[in-house]
């Protein structure tokens, strides 16, 4: 019985990790949710992009908890479980305020095909770490050839319907790409 109250379980460190993350997104003054007053399942790209509860980048913060689970269990690997998915949570935490800071906001309307990127509503942001959380749970229990046909699935399905995904979006905030930045906006083929 002892063990069960020292080890605080998934949905307490998920749950309090939202809490902590909306805190600080409201203190950093984003808009709770989109600005134009409404709430839907998903945001269409343009201005209620990363405003909804879900959009096409959702599918990037699932990714992030594949990832996360892979890399955790190998550098932690004697680390329990609600340890690794607590550094997992600390990390998309932590992303989630940087990518809502004017610094971040402002590099990728410079750098990606997201030219009129405000950040995310604390809705949107509170939503893509608990998909990170689905991600990293759906990897622990998952064969490991069924989680990375799921992360390709996951990749490419975005990449098709809106020329982005987790991967071209870390490449062009990085090493921003003018062939790949024409291409996203339809201008043009990968060659």
């Known amino acids: 019985m002892l063990s069960r109250i020292s080890r605080p379980r998934p949905f307490?460190?998920?749950?309090?990790?939202?809490l902590l993350s909306a805190a600080i997104l409201v203190a950093m003054d984003r808009p709770p949710i989109c600005t134009c007053?409404?709430?839907t399942l998903w945001g269409r790209a343009g201005p209620t992009q990363s405003q909804m509860l879900a959009d096409w980048y959702s599918?990037?913060?699932i990714v992030h908890g594949f990832l996360?689970?892979?890399i955790l269990r190998f550098a932690l690997p004697r680390w329990p479980v609600e340890r690794r998915f607590?550094?997992?949570l600390l990390i998309e935490a932590a992303w989630e305020i940087v990518e809502n800071t004017p610094i971040i906001i402002?590099?990728?309307r410079e750098a990606t095909i997201a030219l009129g990127y405000s950040g995310d509503s604390i809705l949107n942001s509170v939503s893509d770490i608990a998909m990170m959380a689905v991600g990293f749970?759906?990897?622990r229990r998952l064969p490991i050839w069924a989680s990375i046909a799921l992360v390709a699935?996951?990749?490419l399905v975005p990449l098709i319907v809106i020329r982005d995904n987790l991967t071209l979006n870390v490449w062009m905030l990085v090493a921003p790409n003018d062939v790949i930045r024409d291409w996203q906006a339809g201008a043009g083929t990968i060659h």
Not at 12 to 18: E, H, K, R, S, T
């Open 86 to 88: 607590a550094a997992a």
């Open 68 to 70: 996360f689970f892979a």
């Open 106 to 108: 402002d590099r990728y």
């Open 37 to 39: 007053g409404i709430v």
């Open 137 to 139: 749970f759906a990897a």
């Open 153 to 155: 699935l996951l990749e």
């Open 59 to 61: 599918l990037s913060h």
């Open 12 to 18: 307490v460190i998920l749950a309090a990790g939202l």
